[in-house]
């Protein structure tokens, strides 16, 4: 019988030999290595954070967050290591996405019959 969290595994594995990985890898790092670009990618994270629980919570933003976000927003946008590091995180999952496909073909497969 296949144990399918061993290929799973696997393909963690060898999701970190791939370009896009490393790249991501290397975009951290760089981050890392710079205090101004560390403070403000924790800045946006922390806004982000604070922006996806009203949302969830159905309350609205206040207009403190809201220019707070703008503003930062505007500065990350300049920052060369966060550019680059948003830009691998896309690459990495753009390719997660068309695996994801690819092991969820079997069960589009599956309904191809009911679909006709």
């Avoid at 951290?28 to 806004?47: G, L, P, T, W, Y």
């Amino acid at each position: 019988m296949v144990n399918i969290y061993d290929s799973a595994n696997q393909l963690a594995e060898d999701l970190k030999k791939t370009p896009e990985y490393v790249e991501l890898q290397n975009a951290v790092k760089d981050i890392h290595e710079n205090e101004e670009s560390a403070a403000m990618f924790k800045k946006m994270d922390q806004i982000q954070t604070q922006i996806m629980t009203a949302q969830q919570a159905g309350q609205p933003l206040s207009e403190e967050i809201q220019k707070e976000y703008k503003e930062l927003s505007e500065k990350v946008q300049k920052d060369e290591n966060i550019v680059k590091l948003l830009t691998a995180e896309q690459g990495l999952y753009k390719l997660i996405d068309d695996v994801q496909k690819t092991f969820t073909n079997p069960i589009n497969d599956l309904y191809t019959d009911l679909r006709k």
